[in-house]
């Protein structure tokens, strides 16, 4: 297997992509497409499965851009702390010689997990590398990683032991963009130009068959930087390389920001199909009905301020609350998704004290309710002003999760058709429904007042609503 996956050539290997059922029935293609998408529906097997019953995330970006965090020499960088290499302010040579005083000491892969692990995230991505190209591991085809600089030390292979042996699963993080390799291109306009991009593919994809390599129990990849004109003019490519890290890693999550087809398209290819495993579109937005997402799987991912991802010593603007977090990560499960929260860690390792106590916050809060968000499911059942309604998958069990108590302190709950309401608990104190109208009932909370969300646990069974009731139609 190891020296299969070391010879890595060039050309394109033609590799079937594994059979999934399907979920829908398939609508004719318009254009015909050689490199589009390869499935109809969303995956049933049992990796796909696991990813969809995790439903919460931590996602981390850190790296050599921790150091200035999003400050050089008394300015300010007004974009994501990240992207400051590309800032007119820092000239390139400094930057991409701050590796030079990456020295994470106080890095604790233990405490990492412990933490993730209390604020109650069941996988994590991490940058592996971001756009200036620096690697966290020591990664034999480039120079520029961990192993040059002060720390030395591989920090993805104690990160990956210690958040498996939490029972967080691990994703990586990939950018292709990549600001430090010599035959990267954004763009192809020359013969020179398509023969470097040529010689990067193969570093990309040595260099993703290195990381399975060396951490075998990665569960999938997270992709960025694949709008590049260059990336987006070789569909056949990006449809290879899907096929062939499924081939060395069966099972393999990858969500839609990996491929593109044959006429540029990515995420949904020219017929409107899903490329990849899961939706990848909601970035620092969630949709707001189940119809926005078309019975895709989908992964929002948010940041606490407006859009910083890497450590920036100065948040600005709104920060998000406890809670306002949490209600994003219900309405995600609301809506049969994935809901992954972004950290940045300093460049000593440690993490900023307000994101220590969000996620001691949102851990306590999901220590207690987080039946309700786990294997959750979208319910059904018609969306009310108080919150969000959340099935467990596979049964009868629905859970109300409130984060607007009305001044009434009245809960409405409309049943769907053929659907009964047999019992209703707030943490195991068995509360008694009021119908109201067919099928329709009030759930009275007699503490109007509460600083977290409330979880009313709903037990259903199919069939008609024996509670009939004096309800006549009104005759207009």
């Keep these: 297997m190891i020296s299969h996956i070391l010879a890595i050539a060039c ?9 999934h059922a399907q979920t829908t029935v398939p609508a004719k293609d318009t254009i015909a497409l050689q490199h589009g998408a390869h499935r109809i529906g969303v995956r049933t097997d049992a990796d796909m499965a696991r990813w969809r019953s995790l439903r919460f995330g931590q996602f981390i970006h850190w790296g050599v851009y921790a150091i200035p965090g999003g400050e050089w020499k008394g300015k300010t ?9 590309s800032w007119k302010e820092l000239p390139h040579e400094e930057y991409d010689n701050l590796y030079r005083q990456f020295n994470p000491v106080n890095f604790d892969a233990q405490q990492w997990a412990s933490q993730a ?6 996988y994590m991505i991490i940058t592996t590398k971001h756009h200036d190209g620096f690697c966290l591991w020591p990664s034999k085809y480039s120079k520029y990683t961990i192993a040059a600089s002060p720390y030395k030390k591989d920090l993805l292979g104690p990160m990956v032991a210690a958040y498996n042996k939490a029972g967080i699963d ?9 600001w430090s390799h010599p035959d990267y291109r954004a763009s192809l306009k020359t013969a020179a130009d398509s023969a470097a991009n040529k010689r990067f593919q193969v570093f990309v994809k040595n260099q993703l068959a290195e990381l399975l390599q060396r951490y075998p129990t990665v569960k999938g990849f997270w992709f960025d930087g694949t709008w590049d004109d260059s990336w987006k003019r070789d569909g056949a490519f990006t449809d290879e390389l899907e096929q062939y890290l499924q081939s060395i890693h069966p099972g393999l999550v990858m969500g839609s920001r990996l491929r593109a087809d044959e006429k540029g398209a990515r995420h949904f290819d020219s017929n409107g199909r899903l490329m990849g495993d899961y939706e990848q579109g909601w970035e620092r937005k969630l949709p707001e009905k189940i119809e926005d997402v078309h019975g895709n799987d989908w992964e929002a991912v948010m940041t606490v301020p407006e859009n910083q991802w890497g450590y920036n010593a100065q948040w600005a603007g709104h920060i998000k609350t406890a809670n306002e977090l949490l209600e994003m990560l219900v309405k995600s499960v609301s809506l049969n998704g994935n809901f992954v929260l972004n950290f940045g860690p300093k460049a000593d390792g440690t993490f900023r004290t307000e994101e220590q106590q969000l996620m001691t916050q949102i851990g306590q809060w999901m220590k207690i309710n987080g039946e309700a968000v786990y294997n959750g499911t979208y319910a059904g059942f018609e969306k009310q002003d108080w919150g969000y309604y959340i099935r467990k998958a596979g049964t009868d069990s629905v ?7 009305p001044v009434s302190g009245s809960l409405r709950v409309k049943m769907p058709a053929h659907t009964s309401l047999v019992s209703v608990s707030l943490q195991q104190q068995t509360l008694t429904p ?6 329709e009932y009030f759930i009275h909370l007699s503490g109007k007042q509460s600083d977290t969300p409330v979880v009313i646990l709903l037990k259903t069974t199919s069939g008609e609503n024996k509670e009939k009731g004096n309800f006549e139609k009104a005759k207009t």
Excluded: T
């Design 11 to 19: 050309s394109c290997l033609c590799i079937q992509p594994a059979a």
């Design 77 to 85: 960088y007004n974009g994501a702390a990240e992207w400051i290499r």
């Design 117 to 122: 692990k209390e604020m109650g995230a069941k």
């Design 170 to 178: 691990v994703y990586l993080y990939f950018s292709i963009i990549d």
């Design 399 to 405: 859970y109300m999760v409130v984060f607007n108590i």
């Design 434 to 439: 009021e119908l109201i109208g067919r099928n």
